[in-house]
């Protein structure tokens, strides 16, 4: 066959297609009666614009033929869809744009093309690609997207996306296919629909109501239990006393009858229950409850006197400390208050952790410089605010001076008059250091002297530098409400008064211990949310020196109340005293001499600077996890600064005696039994390996294996860097 016949064939085929589509003119409207065979998919998709009068633009990817027949005559609209259901069926989808242009694309590219987004009131159907965002009000679209995706065509066009915070679906697809999504979501979303209905009991109480119908709804074993959906929500409001239920219409009303018949007056007879109290202390609740019941005895006379009904109303309330429990004998209505109270009264209390930083820093300088001189004519010069008095040491060095010894003459013999004895020389006396070491035990610095001839002078300068560091850490944990007390110090004694025997002897002292050091007394209060008043008291004292009698103590102390968020730092103090001192004795008239007055005048400077602050940061556990993990931290803080110095060792002593903690470990390690204990000397000596216990007792790494994971954490910290 040559191609002019190829030619002819094709165009004879395309036009019998074309003659097959007749238009039927009758009045306004148009009828189509489509026949296609063997068809390229592209000269359809120009013959069906051609008729619409509609431009289409063909993807090239958008290949194939097509063989389709319609027996019907077909309105405009219908056309339209005949054409859409067409390119469904061969994976090809018409997007329509604003300006009259159709684009013919795959199907699957269509869920990211400019697909129309409607609404519940579109009126877009068949085949033709859409977008709809549905709303769930009453079912979580995390689960319900799982489900609807089986359901949507998501290798093609169709996609089924779930968007969270706003609980929505977003839905892609053809009308037809999205409208029915949207029906099968309504259904369902009124089957998840689980109101609310709260119930005021009047007799009975919430919490012990709300126990009896989850002991019914428990499942038993053995046997299926009720679905998920028909099992309702039951919450006790012991504030108002109120039972509040949420879940399916039918369950909802099967606990309301079950609580309105459980909810009815008990007979007024006495009774005796025993509670057992989880945190609070039953000689602390005694009061109050006593107080309640009071007012509630109190309140029910006055309304049976104006019902001229007279009923006796005995309460008897006791504490048995053994078991921590309270004893009440009341009548039923009455328990059932009382148990109200118990029930909130009793509930685990926060608890408060304050950690403080104390922190006083003290600085002082000195400068002393005197010149003193003297004569032996009568004259010379002293100064008290600095250098020794110049007479002090004069006298003192006099009196260190030895004395020579006395000659004692020869003796002779008064009958020949030879020497009987010669003479001689006694020693020399020493003199007496003592003042000289007194007077000299007062200077600080440097002093010298110069003697010469009759005259003699003493320089004596001296700077003095003093600067103290003092830091603390203490942590407290306390109780909601509770005082908490920390000092870390010593007991200094103080004598408080003295006195004599009759006869003024054997005389004796009292004598008191005062606290001396760092001191934290705090009281905190939880207040709602995560706010924290604190009533502090801090403290710093010293011993100064001795002061007339006695010793002199320095305190500095800070009372006050203050309100904080839990983790937040509160600052106390701040600079306390700041002083400059300067003291200049000089003789009249010289020491005002330019330079050579230096030498008639003494000058002594003192600057001293004393600053305290105290850092509070206050943090609520309300639970024994948050403990766990402080207390972790704490306990591994100090056993890092324990291998610490034992990484540096003991200059005199083997670091074997060094002490580590174990590794942080909630359970206590129990000695061995006798048994294991003998068993772990027989297996020692006969050289086996250690048993279960020796292994789970010395599991502790040695300190070259702690050693060499911290070199291989630090290796890879470093690689992570430079990544």
Same mark, same amino acid.
């Given at each position: 066959m040559n191609n002019k016949l190829k030619h002819f064939i094709l165009a004879l085929t395309t036009a019998c297609a074309m003659n097959t589509l007749f238009l039927v003119g009758q009045s306004h409207a148009a009828q189509y009666s489509p @026949?296609? !065979?063997? =068809?390229? %998919?592209?000269?359809?998709?120009?013959?069906?614009?051609? @008729?619409? !009068?509609? =431009?289409? %633009?063909v993807d090239p990817n958008v290949r194939g033929k097509i063989n389709v027949r319609s027996y019907d005559l077909l309105s405009e609209d219908q056309y339209?869809?005949?054409f859409l259901n067409v390119l469904e069926v061969y994976g090809f989808a018409a997007v329509e744009m604003d300006n009259n242009i159709i684009k013919i694309i795959r199907n699957k590219d269509a869920k990211t093309a400019s697909i129309p987004v409607i609404g519940s009131d579109s009126r877009i159907l068949g085949d033709e690609m859409v977008t709809r965002v549905v709303e769930v009000k009453n079912v979580t679209v995390r689960e319900l997207v799982p489900l609807l995706r089986q359901l949507s065509d998501q290798a093609g066009g169709g996609n089924v996306v779930n968007y969270d915070p706003a609980n929505v679906i977003m839905l892609t697809g053809t009308a037809a296919t999205v409208n029915?999504?949207?029906k099968i979501i309504e259904r369902v979303d009124r089957a998840g629909d689980q109101d609310v209905e709260i119930i005021k009991l009047q007799y009975a109480s919430a919490g012990e109501m709300v126990r009896i119908i989850e002991a019914m709804n428990k499942p038993t074993s053995g046997k299926a239990g009720q679905p998920t959906f028909l099992i309702p929500k039951i919450v006790a409001d012991d504030r108002s006393n109120s039972v509040i239920i949420s879940g399916e219409v039918k369950a909802r009303e099967r606990v309301v009858r079950l609580v309105k018949r459980l909810d009815s007056e008990l007979e007024s007879n006495g009774n005796t229950r025993v509670y057992y109290l989880k945190y609070s202390k039953a000689e602390d609740l005694v009061k109050v409850l006593k107080g309640v019941s009071e007012s509630i005895v109190a309140e029910t006379s006055g309304a049976q006197t104006k019902t001229r009904s007279s009923q006796k109303r005995d309460v008897s309330i006791d504490a048995h400390e053994s078991t921590n429990a309270l004893v009440i004998t009341a009548q039923p209505d009455m328990l059932v208050s009382l148990e109200a109270v118990i029930r909130q009264l009793d509930v685990r209390r926060a608890q408060v952790l304050v950690e403080a930083i104390i922190v006083e820093v003290l600085e002082g300088d000195g400068v002393d410089l005197g010149v003193q001189w003297f004569t032996e004519a009568g004259g010379f010069t002293q100064f008290n605010n600095g250098p020794a008095p110049i007479s002090s040491v004069a006298a003192a060095a006099k009196a260190a001076e030895s004395t020579p010894g006395d000659y004692v003459p020869p003796v002779f013999s008064p009958s020949n008059g030879e020497v009987v004895t010669p003479g001689y020389n006694k020693p020399d006396v020493d003199g007496n250091y003592e003042p000289l070491a007194q007077v000299l035990s007062a200077v600080s610095g440097m002093m010298f002297g110069i003697v010469k001839n009759d005259w003699g002078a003493?320089?004596?300068a001296v700077s003095r530098d003093?600067?103290?560091n003092i830091l603390a850490t203490p942590s407290i944990t306390t109780l909601d409400n509770e005082e908490a007390y920390f000092?870390?110090?010593q007991e200094v004694p103080i004598i408080t008064g003295s006195a004599t025997g009759s006869n003024n002897n054997n005389p004796f002292q009292t004598v008191d211990r005062q606290e001396v050091g760092v001191k934290l007394r705090v009281t905190p209060q939880v207040n709602e949310g995560d706010a924290v008043q604190l009533i502090i008291e801090q403290e710093v004292s010293s011993v100064s020196g001795s002061a007339g009698v006695d010793i002199s103590i320095d305190k500095r102390e800070i009372k006050t109340v203050v309100m904080a968020d839990s983790g937040a730092t509160v600052v106390l103090g701040g600079l306390i005293d700041e002083s400059v001192q300067e003291s200049i004795e000089?003789?009249?008239?010289?020491?005002d001499i330019p330079l050579l007055g230096h030498l008639f005048k003494s000058t002594s400077n003192k600057t001293s600077k004393r600053n305290l602050m105290v850092f509070l940061r206050p943090t609520i556990i309300r639970d024994g996890q948050l403990m766990d993990e402080m207390?972790?931290?704490k306990y591994n803080y100090i056993r890092a600064d324990q291998i610490r110095k034992q990484e540096e060792g003991l200059s005199l002593m083997s670091d074997e005696n060094m002490p580590i903690l174990p590794k942080w470990n909630d359970k206590l390690a129990l000695p061995p039994s006798f048994e294991e204990y003998q068993k772990t000397i027989k297996d020692n000596k006969e050289g086996k390996e250690k048993t279960s216990f020796e292994q789970s007792k010395y599991n502790e790494p040695s300190y070259e294996e702690y050693k060499k994971s911290l070199e291989q954490q630090e290796k890879l910290e470093a690689s992570e860097d430079k990544n």
């Open positions: @026949n296609f !065979k063997g =068809t390229e %998919i592209t000269e359809f998709v120009n013959i069906v614009g051609k @008729n619409l !009068k509609k =431009t289409m %633009i339209y869809q005949f029915r999504l949207v003493i320089v004596q003093k600067n103290s000092i870390v110090g000089k003789v009249p008239l010289l020491g207390s972790q931290a």
